[in-house]
């Protein structure tokens, strides 16, 4: 087992949407991600996330809103047409995007940072979820209009709502299990 776990966090890849066919995610498999999410630790047992699922036509929908928010939210100086033309293809390319949503009760008493990491922890579950599935990739995005009022009332969130990216979801021929990481050394020192 110990093996195994460390294999699934040593190979765990974003998978990006120029590397999907398109073709749709099964149910059972947004329900693993979903449910294996909901296992993240979380401060006061808050549970904190809230996950939107767009699929169907709703993907088409919150497609052309995330390029409407591109081109209308970049200066005319920064704008880059292939990147619009990139957001637009999404339609084509992915079969769902999660809507990563951080929701905080303002009757409970936790603080804001832990529930930002319960929730970074439970989007890192789906990550690890998606090992188990051969053609199946998926990578966060905090790009597509994440941080725009315009995409949270696209999304019909409250006040006490904040939106944190979303988990892109497709079909992929070869999931990448190759990667550049640095030693992990470099990052940890002992007082």
Known sequence: M???INE???NRRSIYPKEYTGDQVEQVVLDTLLRNANFAPNHKSNYPWRFMVIGGSNLEAWVNKAAEIYQAE???EAFNQAKYDKIKHYA????HAIAIVMERDPDVK???REDLCAVA???QNMYLSLSQYEHVGGYWSTGLGSYSKAMSDFLKLNENQTLLGFFILGV???KR???HKKDYMKFVSYL
Request: net charge negative; no cysteine; aromatic share 0%.
């Open 8 to 10: 699934i966090i040593e």
């Open 121 to 123: 922890a439970g989007v």
């Open 172 to 174: 992929d021929e070869k």
């Open 2 to 4: 110990q093996n195994q």
């Open 74 to 76: 970049t200066k005319e």
């Open 177 to 179: 299990t190759e990667g």
């Open 92 to 95: 084509q390319q992915v079969s």
């Open 110 to 112: 936790s603080i804001e």
